[in-house]
């Protein structure tokens, strides 16, 4: 059964255990910046946020199968707009992948930012990942528009769905 719990930034286990989802998972940083994992991933992941965001509106979870964190997630509460939520980033190790622990990921996440009175989840994914894209598109995000930024190997695509 897969289970959220917070991590903050200032935990040193916290910042290991992402470190290791994303070396566990070197495709996802292949495809989309064309480069290994690194530690440069954790920082972007604890303290990367949009322009005008605050901390306090950034929600870094993992996600576990008993004590094992096996993915971490980043979440945006109300951008672009107040109704919605915008996630940075869902990702696995990629010896959970494939076991249906996104989709289980996608819905605790929903439970969360409807508590927060959002109606809408946006994300964006880079083109050069398909099997995220695909991911997405099967779990009814619908393409909103799509635009280009030079740290990433393709385009990015932005998608967006109500919460269900």
């Known amino acids: 059964m897969l289970t959220i719990r917070t991590l903050t930034p200032d935990s040193a286990s ?5 470190l290791r989802v994303f070396m566990e998972a070197p495709s996802y940083s292949h495809l ?8 440069a991933d ?11 965001k605050e901390a ?9 199968v008993g004590t094992d964190m096996v993915g971490c ?5 109300a951008y672009p707009t107040s109704d919605c939520a915008f996630i940075g980033l869902l990702i696995f190790s990629e010896a959970h992948q494939s076991r249906g622990y996104g989709r289980t990921a996608l819905r605790l996440i929903e439970e969360m930012t409807r508590g927060w009175g959002c109606t809408m989840i946006r994300l964006a994914v880079i ?8 991911f997405w598109q099967r779990e009814g995000f ?21 919460i269900r």
Do not use: H
């Open 56 to 64: 306090a509106d950034k929600f870094t979870i993992g996600l576990c």
């Open 142 to 162: 619908d393409i909103l528009y799509r635009t280009s930024n030079p740290r990433f190997t393709g385009d990015v695509i932005v998608m967006a769905r109500a």
């Open 42 to 52: 954790v920082d972007d992941f604890f303290n990367s946020m949009p322009a005008g």
């Open 14 to 18: 916290d910042a290991a255990q992402v």
């Open 73 to 77: 997630a980043d979440v945006i509460r």
């Open 32 to 39: 989309v910046e064309g480069r290994a994992p690194s530690n």
């Open 127 to 134: 083109s050069t990942n398909p099997r995220a894209f695909a």
